[in-house]
């Protein structure tokens, strides 16, 4: 119901953002069409986007222009989806087949450059090159943090800082430029600037950290994905690097091992040793932490049912994680 009550806040809103997409989806090629459509209306939270109307809203704005910065948001975000599966040579996003399993690699990646394309058009159409710069850096980074990631993808030597500033990058990139993009929009004070660019920050960190526990923790139907998918593609997420750094000699070397050759063949033992070693707690408690840290930044925000629902959306970041363990019923 809370997560319900967030997206309520700005239903219309949120209706007409959808439509724009559907709208801005036309090409004349029919197969670009329908890989955006297919992979836009697949099920996803739209997040982003609601942020961009939250933290616009929550500064006072009435007019129409942030319903074309979510779109645009949105686009980014899908193109970045797109590569990714590619890049990670997935089959499954959401509870349904990616777009590179249903047409192959380069159908994908050439949609995706075509979302990136059209969210520039439109980005352009709004006319603010504060907006501009936010953003086009924002894609400078995610690629950057994509770059990253799949250098860190095989090894076990990843600190925990290093894999913060991926998922910085990577993930919690976007949600930056949304809310700091909706505050400029709305014509933000120098801190209120500063402040809902901050709340992006760490909200999307907090998504992040508790996808990371999920990811051994969760319900491939409830996730649309599996349990130890991260750990199947070599990837040392927050969970097995603190397991690393704390386990025994022998239980480090397997999981060592298990992020050098990639797969599954150890997942069994590696499930038990992340969550006897309380890398999952550690994992929730630093989600908190940033959760927390986005909550705080809304505090010279004015009162509103805007600002109410912002931070609302940082309980809702934690509360999935907050998972009955495996020896429970």
């Given amino acids: 119901m809370t997560a319900q009550r967030i997206y309520d806040t700005v239903a219309d809103d949120f209706s007409r953002v959808n439509d724009l997409i559907i709208k801005r989806l036309s090409s004349d090629v029919p197969l670009v069409e329908k890989i955006a459509q297919y992979i836009i209306e697949s099920g996803g939270k739209r997040l982003r986007p609601l942020l961009v109307l939250l933290s616009s809203r929550a500064l006072g ?9 979510a779109a645009v948001i949105e686009f980014l975000h899908t193109a970045t989806l797109l590569h990714d599966d ?93 809310s700091h993009t909706g505050a400029l929009l709305a014509g ?69 091992q298990a992020v050098r050759k990639g797969g599954l063949d150890d997942l069994p033992s590696i499930l038990d040793i992340v969550n006897r070693s309380g890398a999952l707690e550690y994992t929730m408690e630093r989600a908190k932490a940033e959760a927390q840290a986005a909550q705080d930044c809304l505090k010279d925000i004015p009162e509103s049912d805007h600002r ?8 809702v970041a934690v509360a999935s994680g907050q998972l009955v363990t495996p020896e429970q019923p």
């Fill in 86 to 178: 590619v890049v990670d040579t997935s089959n499954m996003r959401r509870g349904r087949s990616t777009a590179n399993a249903r047409w192959g690699n380069a159908p994908s990646v050439l949609v995706g450059d075509f979302l990136y394309a059209r969210a520039f058009e439109m980005m352009v159409e709004l006319q603010n090159l504060k907006i501009m710069d936010v953003l086009s850096h924002a894609t400078a980074v995610i690629a950057e943090g994509e770059v990253l990631q799949l250098m860190n993808v095989k090894n076990p030597d990843v600190s925990e800082d290093k894999y913060m500033e991926v998922i910085h990058n990577k993930t919690a990139m976007l949600f930056e430029a949304a």
């Fill in 61 to 69: 704005y009435d007019r129409d222009d942030h319903l074309k910065l």
């Fill in 188 to 256: 933000a004070s120098d801190d209120q600037e500063r402040a809902l660019s901050a709340y992006g920050k760490h909200l999307g960190l907090a998504f992040q950290l508790v996808d990371d526990v999920l990811d051994y923790r969760g319900e491939a139907e409830a996730m649309g994905k599996n349990v130890g998918d991260d750990l199947a593609e070599g990837k040392p997420t927050l969970p097995l690097i603190y397991a690393m750094a704390n386990g025994s000699d022998e239980e480090k070397h397997l999981i060592r």
């Fill in 308 to 315: 109410n629902a912002l931070t609302l959306l940082t309980e």
